[in-house]
């Protein structure tokens, strides 16, 4: 379960979002005023393509039917199909689907990729909803979107509160609409499929991966090992369970761990596989786990400890909990997880921040893989996934590290210079139609 946002009415929710906007687009202008960005170019980059907004019926288990709301934004898509995952939250709304698609095309384009960005999900609480209940909501969503999204035109993938089975449902109600003799070719709509029904081997993992996988290349740039660091993690969900599972086995030691619940602390030490065993058998919950203690959300923040990954939300790290940040890594496992204040603050006292569009880039480029590898038609085995998402993820980390370190800026700067240059530059190659 990732961490979510409890107990928020609707003016607290829409200063959150409109914070997620501000940050993508300070840290866009930032970049793009560091590269001379072209005026024009700079135009388009600001706004999205496309904002597609539904309501659609769904019957309910005991006959009453609900209207939902989804969206899905398409941000831009000058390098390829728009790319990016699709959230179930009560927080979903097109300010926060705005920032997010954005945040995509910035990725992408930083990892190498042939896609743009986009982001989409619906708005709702999926605990109030049966498993019977929300197979129905997808599919009604996925054709109430019909042929706004496709396989070389805008490719879904998990995100928050989403997860295989949600992606395999899409696909098969996708599918469903083509015609007979297409249906078999239109697989690659969506990544992040259960293995069995055309995913990849290793995409489960591939977000987190990635996580500990730019830490290490942090630590080794630094000419450190990871043995004996100590980190938290804020979101025990996918991403920040395999974040930790990684990190263990290379020797770092878990001290304290935050969800939608709340938050424990052991400085001697949590082992990562029996809290994540733990959690399954209380419905995906921290706490009251009997190895360590309970601590205040607040408090968690300011857990001594070298590094720091948020794997929940965005918005969590501000100017009123920076200042109590120790450790002097912050990793992003989650997208913009740290606002434009608390990042401030954070490099004013020495904390290095690996972005977001970098840290977590494993799942987007597993994704890349996992439509590959259905477009031609192929198998991919765990040892090959693994060994080509360690290349890609080396190739763009050492990118960012050797422009930070040449231009003299923060790491985030330094890989939007990269990712907006590349975009910039297939608008100077077409020229703008017409």
């Known amino acids: 379960m990732e961490l979510l946002t409890k107990n928020l009415n609707s003016k607290t929710k829409k200063v959150l979002h409109r914070g997620m906007m501000d940050n993508v ?44 709301k ?9 390098l390829g199909p728009y790319k ?52 129905r909501i997808t599919r009604r969503f996925t054709f109430a979107l019909a042929d706004n999204i ?67 290349l942090w630590i080794n740039n630094n000419n450190d090992t990871l043995k004996n660091k100590r980190f938290i993690v804020q979101g025990f969900g996918n991403v920040g369970y395999w974040a930790a599972f990684f990190l263990e ?47 205040d959300k607040d408090v968690f923040f300011g857990v001594d400890c070298d590094i720091f990954i948020p794997a929940a939300l965005g918005n969590q790290i501000t100017k009123n909990n920076a200042p109590n940040i120790k450790a002097k890594l912050l990793a992003e496992g989650a997208n913009g997880p740290t606002n434009i204040e608390g990042e401030a603050l954070l490099i004013e006292q020495g904390t290095t921040i690996i972005p977001d569009i970098l840290c977590n880039s494993g799942g987007v480029i597993a994704s890349y893989f996992e439509w590959l590898q259905n477009r031609n038609g192929e198998l991919w085995h765990m040892e ?3 060994d080509k998402l360690k290349h890609k993820l080396k190739n763009s980390f050492d990118a960012v590290a050797t422009y930070a370190q040449k231009e003299n800026i923060d790491m985030r700067t330094a890989a939007y210079c990269i990712a907006i240059t590349r975009i910039e530059k297939a608008y100077v190659q077409r020229g703008i139609f017409p």
Do not use: C
Not at 72 to 78: D, E, G, K, S
Not at 199 to 214: H, K
């Open 25 to 68: 687009m300070e840290q866009f202008n930032r970049a793009a005023n560091h590269i001379n960005l072209q005026p024009n170019i700079r135009k388009i980059l600001s706004i999205t393509n496309n904002e597609i907004v539904v309501h659609f019926p769904v019957k309910m288990d005991n006959g009453n039917v609900e209207v939902f």
């Open 70 to 78: 989804g969206y899905r934004v398409q941000h831009n898509n000058a």
């Open 150 to 216: 496709g396989p070389e035109h805008d490719i879904p993938a998990p995100d928050v509160n989403t997860n295989s089975q949600t992606m395999a449902w899409i696909a098969d109600t996708y599918m469903s609409t083509r015609p007979p003799a297409e249906r078999s070719a239109n697989q690659h709509v969506v990544t992040g499929k259960p293995a069995g029904s055309g995913g990849l081997e290793g995409r489960d993992r591939a977000t987190g991966f990635g996580v500990y996988y730019s830490i290490k």
């Open 84 to 135: 990016g995952g699709l959230r179930y939250h009560s927080t979903v709304d097109i300010d926060a689907t705005r920032a997010l698609a954005m945040w995509m095309t910035w990725k992408t384009s930083l990892a190498g990729l042939p896609f743009g960005g986009g982001k989409g999900g619906i708005q709702i609480n999926p605990l109030k909803y049966s498993k019977s209940e929300l197979e």
């Open 249 to 295: 086995q290379d020797g770092a030691k878990l001290v304290a761990v935050q969800d939608a619940f709340g938050s424990i602390q052991n400085p001697n030490g949590i082992q990562v596989e029996t809290l994540f065993e733990y959690t399954k058998s209380n419905n995906g919950s921290i706490v009251d786990y009997p190895e360590a203690s309970i601590i």
């Open 384 to 386: 090959d996934v693994m």
